[in-house]
């Protein structure tokens, strides 16, 4: 299983000659190295509602016809516009054919807006287990720290863990590395830092605070294999 690291918090599964984006947040996003003509997700899996998450989600669904994991909100509201969805919900899980998915709690907030600055409410927001080729990666979307991440840990046991760092919005480093240990996973990858001056953090320095030193930073477009 290949995985890579785009910026903000899109993340690429590749396992068995598929492709899995979580939250493509592309256009906008000055820290991706990706375009959105040269991205062909067979599925993308997203965590909540917000923009910066949701991303280009649309454009990319219709254009490779991909399958787009999500709350039933959110799935609602993207099947309204042709996209063709698979609604789930947190502590639910689903086999599908290029692995399973199942969504954990976060602690945050999950809305899209509009250009007309409409607010649309779109569910609870999640984290992302995916499992597939006898490996877990864990996708925390934005959230808080809460002690249930030991609960995951646990249940699940984590390969690779995207913890968001920046602050402000989500957990900072301190909480994040916190949250590292509760989960136990094997290698620790911040994301969720630096796009917007709010959340701007050195990663490397959230490295140095795990007490596991199993953290690693990852450029955009970068890839490690597990």
């Known amino acids: 299983m290949r995985i890579s690291y785009h910026g903000h918090?899109?993340?690429?599964?590749?396992?068995?000659?598929?492709?899995?984006?979580?939250?493509?947040?592309?256009?906008?996003?000055?820290?991706?190295?990706?375009?959105?003509?040269?991205?062909k997700p067979d599925a993308i899996i997203l965590s909540h509602g917000h923009n910066d998450h949701v991303g280009d989600t649309v454009e990319l669904a219709k254009k490779n016809n991909a399958l787009v994991i999500a709350n039933a909100e959110i799935s609602d509201f993207l099947s309204w516009q042709g996209v063709n969805t698979?609604?789930?919900?947190?502590?639910?899980?689903?086999?599908?054919?290029?692995?399973?998915?199942?969504?954990?709690?976060?602690?945050?907030?999950?809305?899209?807006?509009?250009?007309?600055?409409?607010?649309?409410?779109?569910?609870?927001?999640?984290?992302?287990?995916?499992?597939?080729?006898?490996?877990?990666?864990?996708?925390?979307?934005?959230?808080a720290l809460f002690s249930d991440m030991k609960l995951i840990g646990e249940r699940h046991p984590i390969d690779v863990a995207f913890l968001p760092i920046g602050d402000n919005f989500t957990m900072g480093p301190e909480d994040a590395a916190?949250?590292?240990?509760?989960?136990?996973?094997?290698?620790?990858?911040?994301?969720?830092?630096?796009?917007?001056?709010?959340?701007?953090?050195d990663p490397y320095q959230f490295i140095e605070m795990l007490e596991a030193k199993n953290g690693k930073v990852l450029a955009p477009g970068e890839v490690i294999e597990i």
């Open 178 to 201: 916190y949250a590292a240990k509760l989960l136990n996973a094997k290698t620790i990858v911040p994301m969720h830092f630096n796009t917007f001056p709010p959340i701007k953090q």
């Open 86 to 143: 698979h609604a789930m919900h947190i502590g639910g899980a689903y086999q599908f054919e290029f692995g399973k998915v199942k969504l954990t709690q976060a602690f945050h907030g999950s809305s899209f807006t509009t250009e007309n600055n409409e607010i649309i409410y779109c569910g609870m927001p999640a984290g992302i287990l995916f499992m597939n080729e006898g490996k877990t990666v864990y996708h925390a979307g934005d959230t």
């Open 9 to 39: 918090s899109v993340v690429q599964i590749h396992t068995n000659g598929k492709t899995i984006m979580i939250d493509p947040f592309i256009t906008g996003n000055q820290l991706t190295d990706l375009k959105v003509d040269d991205v």
